[in-house]
């Protein structure tokens, strides 16, 4: 209120959810929220699929291996985000690292799995047909299997690209998380302009990074598209 006693005209002022000043006014500092939160995302998600690529082929070549690759990226999986952190913190330190190493290590789940079952999914009739054509084992992986185990794989990277997204936020704790950095300190402040705006931020990230991801599949897997068009 104001001295008068009437409701103060700034948004800002009256700590409104939807402000436009908010906006105007911390256009900087949401620019700079939004391109960490980006950042840590894509080196993450990249790192994941890297190391997601070598055992989802390791676990599809030996199938000994397919049970202890599974297991062991699935019970990373469930360790609480907090927990992670704590575990990760003597070796990373306070830094963007430490976030990035649990980020990989959250997504290799959803990438190995949904990479293993392309794999598998593709037809040993074609394999065989590869090796007659005189293909050896990595332009068989390179040039059929991956290929064909794409629309899989790119499910899986979708799904791991947004669980990423969200969890960055909880990097807040070691001040590297992007658009959660200004979650958690609204949260603190009560600032609800700050805390609604990150908040939606975060969700428009998603679902432009689903969208794309989504586009990137359909225009690098023509063939699938094709197929269900002739199932339906």
Same mark, same amino acid.
């Given at each position: 209120?104001?001295? /008068?006693?009437?409701?103060? %005209? %700034?948004? =800002?002022?009256?700590?409104?959810?939807?402000?436009?000043?908010?906006? /105007?006014? #911390?256009?900087?500092?949401?620019? %700079?929220?939004?391109?960490?939160?980006?950042?840590?995302t894509?080196? $993450? &998600?990249?790192l !994941?699929?890297?190391?997601?690529? *070598?055992?989802?082929?390791?676990?599809? #070549?030996?199938?000994? !291996?397919?049970?202890? &690759? =599974?297991?062991v990226?699935?019970?990373?999986?469930?360790? *609480?985000s907090l927990?992670?952190?704590?575990?990760?913190?003597? &070796?990373?330190?306070?830094?963007? /690292?430490?976030?990035?190493?649990?980020?990989?290590?959250? /997504? =290799?789940?959803l990438?190995?799995?949904?990479?293993?079952?392309?794999? #598998?999914?593709?037809?040993?009739?074609?394999?065989?047909?590869?090796?007659?054509?005189?293909?050896? *084992?990595? #332009?068989?992986?390179?040039?059929?299997?991956?290929?064909? !185990? =794409? *629309?899989?794989?790119?499910?899986?990277?979708?799904?791991?690209?947004?669980?990423?997204?969200?969890?960055?936020?909880?990097?807040?704790?070691?001040?590297?998380?992007?658009?959660?950095?200004?979650?958690?300190?609204?949260?603190?402040?009560?600032?609800?302009?700050? &805390?609604?705006?990150?908040?939606?931020?975060?969700?428009?990230?998603?679902? $432009?990074? +689903?969208?794309?991801?989504?586009?990137?599949?359909?225009?690098?897997?023509?063939? +699938?598209?094709?197929?269900?068009?002739? $199932?339906?």
């Amino acid at each position: 209120m104001t001295a /008068s006693g009437t409701p103060p %005209d %700034d948004c =800002l002022a009256r700590n409104e959810w939807i402000c436009g000043a908010y906006l /105007s006014s #911390r256009r900087e500092i949401l620019l %700079d929220a939004v391109l960490q939160h980006l950042q840590l995302t894509a080196v $993450a &998600v990249a790192l !994941a699929l890297l190391l997601a690529v *070598p055992l989802a082929v390791a676990a599809r #070549r030996w199938r000994w !291996a397919a049970g202890p &690759v =599974l297991a062991v990226t699935t019970v990373l999986y469930t360790i *609480p985000s907090l927990a992670m952190f704590s575990l990760l913190l003597p &070796v990373y330190g306070l830094s963007a /690292s430490l976030v990035i190493a649990g980020l990989v290590l959250y /997504s =290799l789940t959803l990438l190995v799995r949904n990479l293993l079952a392309g794999l #598998r999914a593709v037809p040993e009739e074609t394999r065989q047909a590869a090796r007659g054509m005189g293909y050896g *084992p990595v #332009r068989l992986l390179l040039t059929v299997e991956l290929p064909l !185990a =794409l *629309p899989a794989a790119a499910a899986g990277l979708r799904i791991a690209t947004v669980s990423a997204i969200s969890l960055v936020t909880i990097g807040a704790i070691v001040g590297y998380g992007g658009l959660g950095n200004l979650i958690y300190a609204g949260m603190n402040t009560y600032f609800k302009a700050q &805390v609604l705006t990150a908040s939606v931020l975060c969700v428009v990230i998603a679902v $432009a990074a +689903d969208l794309l991801l989504l586009l990137l599949q359909r225009l690098a897997t023509p063939w +699938d598209r094709e197929r269900k068009g002739a $199932a339906g």
